[in-house]
């Protein structure tokens, strides 16, 4: 039977003014089931601290810490309100007023979000569903990460007033070709060409696995004459990290890109990448 679990993502706010924060743990609480629990960040923090690159690492850490002694002190009273499921009795009047409680705003660092309603079988395994999504972003594929890149390069095409001119396509033959996001045809012909290009990879061989599946594409279309005029890829990453095993590959998949006559950007230098559309 599903339940109704009542959630708030648990955020840090360092900076009120500018209103940015980052997620780091959820709450959760199921009257129904006479549930409460929380998870929070564990020592993976690093995300949120080069987000907030002027926030000591113990300044989070201090925050983190305090917010799951009161929420434990939290679940203690809950407890004795009946979510101790071996109690006879649950407090309906002043366990959800205490979850409400928890919400309010406050001076701290630590914030919670609107409360929202999902529906579960099990609370505690939503409770890490939940999590995971919020706070572990596991819905970031590396699919996604790359739609991600594509979703920016339409958008300053579209700024620029040349996103009607690109469209998804597939450039070759029944012998071999390669689906692109954006391609410009004249008279059905590809003409011009862009795909961002995500080599930031945490390790070098991703890096090169990635970047070579595109070396391997453009070498085939330039072997049958089918490769348009220009062809930019826009790539993550930093481009003037030679020192490491992932900025050597990174330079590695580049020079062979550019070798093979591609244009190559990082996608950073967003007015290049226009300044390639709108020529």
Not at 66 to 73: D, G, I, M, P
Not at 104 to 127: C, G, N, T, W
Not at 141 to 151: G, I, P, Q, S
Not at 177 to 206: C, G, M, Y
Request: glycine share 6%.
């Amino acid at each position: 039977m599903n339940i109704a679990c009542h959630y708030a993502i648990v955020r840090f706010m360092p900076f009120v003014e500018t209103g940015e924060f980052g997620n780091v743990g959820v709450v959760l609480f199921a009257p129904n089931a006479r549930h409460f629990g929380f998870q929070l960040l564990g020592n993976r923090i690093a995300r949120i601290t080069h987000f907030f690159d002027q926030v000591e690492g113990q300044t989070l850490r201090n925050c983190i810490r305090n917010a799951r002694e009161e929420l434990q002190r939290i679940h203690d009273l809950l407890r004795g309100l009946g979510t101790d499921k071996r109690l006879k009795h649950f407090d309906r009047e002043n366990a959800p007023h205490l979850w409400q409680q928890i919400l309010k705003p406050s001076e701290s660092m630590i914030r919670f979000s609107e409360p929202r309603v999902v529906l579960a079988q099990d609370p505690q395994a939503k409770l890490k569903e939940l999590f995971e999504y919020y706070v572990e972003r596991n819905f970031v594929t590396k699919e996604y990460k790359e739609h991600m890149l594509d979703r920016s390069v339409r958008g300053w095409l579209r700024e620029a007033s040349v996103h009607n001119l690109f469209h998804p396509a597939r450039i070759g033959n029944d012998e071999y070709n390669a689906q692109f996001p954006f391609v410009s045809l004249q008279d059905e012909v590809p003409t011009k060409a862009i795909k961002p290009l995500r080599l930031d990879h945490s390790n070098a061989a991703s890096v090169i696995d990635h970047g070579g599946q595109w070396r391997i594409r453009v070498e085939a279309l330039k072997k049958r004459n089918l490769l348009p005029a220009n062809l930019l890829f826009a790539v993550n990453g930093n481009f003037n990290d030679q020192l490491t095993p992932v900025g050597r590959a990174r330079a590695e998949v580049i020079e062979n890109l550019r070798y093979l006559g591609a244009n190559v950007e990082p996608m950073i230098n967003r007015q290049a990448i226009v300044d390639f559309a709108v020529a």
